[in-house]
């Protein structure tokens, strides 16, 4: 067997997935299932043979199944991003659309490149540290500050949990008529149960089906038939407006858009994607290799991110800015304001979305302060690990989740609520983009994988943007 190998053309993973047309990620993770029986050489590369290259070529002949096994092998980028347009960011959206129409379009392109490196920035350093962002950043912090801002960001996490259960209760009231608190209960308690009992490898594949929910405000978008001259001329060039609503809205789209949550949720799922993908025992090459498939990951979720953002914008501008409703308190308001006049589709793809985005993004909501929470008291923590041995860290999920649903039973309007989370999710960004920026460009700590100079020119640009937002929001503020 080996002497036919050694007769036959070895290809380097770079030269296989040139040859058959797939991203690094997917050549990747091919070997990962056994698709693909890859030759170890002395000097730890890995080889792909003439026969496997062919086989390979064959099976992606059909379009759908070379889609399917690119889908297959995105992992926690697609759903950092993905979760990002969770219900609660739904509303803040929405506001936004139908208080200022286009005006704030812009957002959706600029935002793109800043969140793209801040993301890569935070999964470079899951994989080279192996350690969750709350650890290495009690490196540059102390400790009792890198627990105030977790406390911070638990508690902002919260507000935001039991806004997207109560956005998701009504929505199944809307649509079917079930009791609203009956449906608050159901929804939190399957989602601990779910993220309870599956491990982390099994628990994912759950989460990367939730977001193809998110393309229901792709398709609401298109049923609204905005005019799409007015809207490329908005979605570019920057517009500002010199009045308070306007630097809050901004600052809470930004909060919402490039959110501390995920900054911890993207560094810790890097460390569980580490568990399970050892493609080679030498731990420099691993490390490389996993931080080339991972832009493309982090580069999709963004991009899938953004893409929705810009759709709900456009979605309300055109249907309910333009019609006099500018006063949207949340995402099924929306819903249904958008029924007489975009359509029964519209409504329903715009309901039935705010469900499926909610179960993909509670968990990641309650998973990233579980994570940093332990990481800071040094608790055992993980989604791969049982229950039995990490009890404190799925404890903090199912509080954080229960908390987030009493919220609906005490009055307190998590609607309202939300816009200032978002507001205080961009204040907490602010300092963790400085560590983040910090520490990604220490070589003691990344070794020889400091941040590429587009992530240093986008991650401090966007510390730059927040800093002036905060101080003349501040200047409104107490004038």
Not at 138 to 146: D, G, N, W
Request: glycine share 8%; net charge positive; hydrophobic share 55%.
């Amino acid at each position: 067997m080996k002497n036919k190998i050694a007769k036959e053309k070895l290809h380097t993973l770079s030269e296989f997935r040139r040859e058959v047309g797939i991203p690094l990620v997917v050549a990747k993770k091919l070997i990962l299932w056994g698709e693909v029986e890859a030759v170890k050489l002395v000097d730890e590369t890995l080889r792909v043979t003439e026969a496997d290259v062919l086989k390979i070529k064959k099976l992606l002949k059909n379009p759908w199944k070379k889609t399917s096994l690119y889908f297959k092998a995105l992992g926690p980028g697609l759903i950092t991003g993905a979760s990002d347009d969770d219900p609660g960011g739904i509303g803040t959206y929405s506001s936004v659309g139908a208080k200022f129409g286009l005006t704030l379009l812009w957002l959706a392109a600029w935002l793109l490149p800043v969140m793209f490196a801040v993301q890569e920035a935070c999964a470079r350093i899951g994989i080279v540290t192996n350690h969750g962002l709350a650890s290495v950043l009690q490196k540059h912090y102390r400790r009792k500050i890198v627990l105030g801002i977790v406390v911070l960001l638990i508690t902002a996490n919260v507000v935001n949990i039991g806004a997207d259960l109560g956005a998701m209760a009504a929505s199944l009231e809307m649509l079917s008529g079930i009791n609203f608190f009956a449906s608050a209960i159901f929804f939190a308690f399957l989602i601990i149960l779910i993220e309870i009992i599956f491990q982390y490898h099994f628990y994912v594949k759950i989460l990367k089906w939730l977001t193809i929910s998110v393309f229901a405000y792709v398709l609401a978008g298109f049923m609204a038939h905005p005019n799409w001259q007015e809207v490329f001329r908005s979605a570019f060039v920057p517009r500002f407006i010199g009045s308070e609503d306007y630097l809050f809205a901004l600052i809470a789209v930004f909060g919402t858009t490039v959110t501390p949550y995920l900054f911890f949720w993207q560094t810790s799922e890097e460390v569980e994607e580490g568990k399970i993908a050892q493609f080679s025992s030498e731990a420099d090459l691993r490390i490389r290799n996993r931080i080339r498939h991972m832009r493309t990951d982090v580069g999709t979720g963004m991009i899938l991110a953004n893409f929705v953002f810009f759709f709900i914008v456009v979605t309300t501008a055109q249907v309910l800015f333009k019609n006099g409703i500018t006063n949207i308190q949340s995402a099924e308001e929306a819903a249904l304001a958008l029924r007489p006049l975009a359509g029964e589709w519209a409504y329903l793809l715009f309901a039935l979305g705010i469900i499926g985005t909610g179960l993909l993004a509670i968990p990641v909501l309650a998973g990233s302060g579980a994570y940093a929470l332990c990481e800071v008291l040094r608790w055992r923590e993980g989604l791969e690990l049982k229950f039995s041995r990490a009890k404190g860290f799925y404890f903090i999920i199912a509080l954080s989740i229960i908390i987030g649903l009493a919220m609906n039973f005490l009055g307190i309007e998590p609607i309202k609520s939300l816009y200032y989370s978002a507001y205080l999710n961009g204040i907490i960004a602010l300092p963790l983009l400085v560590a983040i920026m910090i520490v990604g460009n220490d070589k003691k700590i990344m070794g020889e994988e400091t941040h590429p100079l587009w992530v240093k020119v986008f991650g401090w640009a966007a510390v730059g943007f927040m800093a002036a937002a905060v101080i003349f929001s501040l200047i409104f503020l107490f004038n």
